[in-house]
């Protein structure tokens, strides 16, 4: 049984003896695929979709296909003006065993190089759902690690810095290591990377880390299928708790890390942005830690009352006491002074 393509739909356009990179499409999802062909003077009237040498489906100029695996797969073929046909391929649900070649071919010596009318070359990946991020202070620069699990084919990453309308793309420094991981019927890995920015000048900076599938090798068009992630870093003079960043973004997750360095603080401040289709959703929570005027003006009232009311219990406790202990001293003056008084009056006999 062979498997069946999903979610991207897009227009492959065959020509003859022409080789093609079709996008890739994404795993466990829909996936249509469309062929364009024409006679160009070709006595054959029938064609067979082939893939990875395996005859998918055959469809002839009368408008009719046969599927051989309608199971999981549809075929149709509609006549376009100047002579050309649209065959429309369609898989149910997308999965590896669906990525390769495909290949359109006159039926009429199937075998020979000569039938082919195009050739496409479509790969798979998964999509990217989660990133996992850590800022970490080393001396006078900021080491930003991410990692996320379970992608395929082994993931890369960019890190893009923008400050004052100015940008600086980080994708040469960057360093990776990876982890194979089996989950079920296929292989999937753990991707690893890291790179170390350093903020010359005072001010905010807004760093863009994108991990994306390294479906087609070409960074510039396999970044489109990345996931993102936002860290806003603010430089400054002041002085700041010192606190180690490690955060998990996914959907709602952050934190606000202030991180101390000589006499500059870097406050980094990770931010997600969830992509769906052209649409961003961003969310930002912070959490910091502060003593402000007010809060110490609190404790200082807070001492006070303690130690007044120390005072009061101190004075209540000792109340009967001390006033039975100065009667008694008052009492022992008296006799003393009666007994002085007496001594003076038989001296003067």
């Not at 071919?105 to 790969?123: D, M, T, W």
């Not at 649409?279 to 110490?296: C, L, N």
Request: glycine fraction near 6%; charged fraction near 20%.
């Amino acid at each position: 049984m062979y498997g069946c393509i999903g979610v991207l739909i897009f227009m492959c356009q065959l020509v003859i003896l022409t080789g093609l990179n079709c996008e890739p499409f994404e795993e466990n999802q829909p996936y249509s695929i469309f062929f364009t062909w024409k006679l160009d003077g070709h006595g054959e009237s029938k064609v067979a979709l082939d893939k990875n040498g395996v005859i998918l489906a055959t469809c002839d100029t009368d408008s009719t296909c046969v599927n051989y695996f309608d199971h999981c797969s549809a075929t149709s073929i509609t006549p376009l003006p100047g002579g050309s046909f649209l065959i429309n391929h369609t898989i149910f649900t997308a999965s590896r065993r669906d990525a390769g070649e495909w290949t359109l071919k006159y039926l009429e010596g199937i075998q020979s190089e000569n039938s082919v009318v195009g050739r496409c070359h479509i790969a798979s990946y998964t999509k990217i759902y989660y990133t996992k991020c850590k800022s970490q202070l080393n001396k006078d620069n900021v080491e930003i690690m991410c990692e996320t699990a379970n992608a395929f084919p082994r993931s890369r990453c960019q890190f893009k810095v923008s400050h004052q309308q100015k940008e600086w793309l980080y994708s040469k420094n960057i360093s990776y290591s990876y982890e194979l991981n089996q989950n079920g019927r296929y292989d999937y890995y753990k991707t690893m990377c890291s790179t170390h920015i350093r903020f010359l000048k005072l001010g905010s900076y807004t760093v863009d880390v994108n991990m994306f599938p390294s479906v087609t090798g070409d960074d510039d068009s396999d970044v489109l299928l990345g996931f993102r992630s936002f860290v806003d870093v603010d430089v400054n003079g002041s002085s700041a708790l010192v606190e180690k960043c490690d955060d998990m973004f996914w959907h709602n997750t952050t934190r606000l890390c202030v991180l101390k360095v000589t006499e500059k603080v870097y406050s980094i401040r990770p931010t997600i942005t969830i992509m769906e289709s052209s649409q961003e959703t961003k969310v930002s929570t912070e959490i910091t830690w502060k003593i402000s005027g007010m809060q110490i003006i609190l404790i200082l009232i807070f001492s006070s009352t303690i130690i007044i009311s120390i005072i009061l219990y101190a004075t209540f406790k000792c109340g009967p006491l001390c006033q039975k202990a100065s009667t008694n001293s008052k009492t022992e003056k008296d006799e003393k002074k009666l007994v002085k008084n007496k001594d003076d009056s038989y001296s003067h006999f």
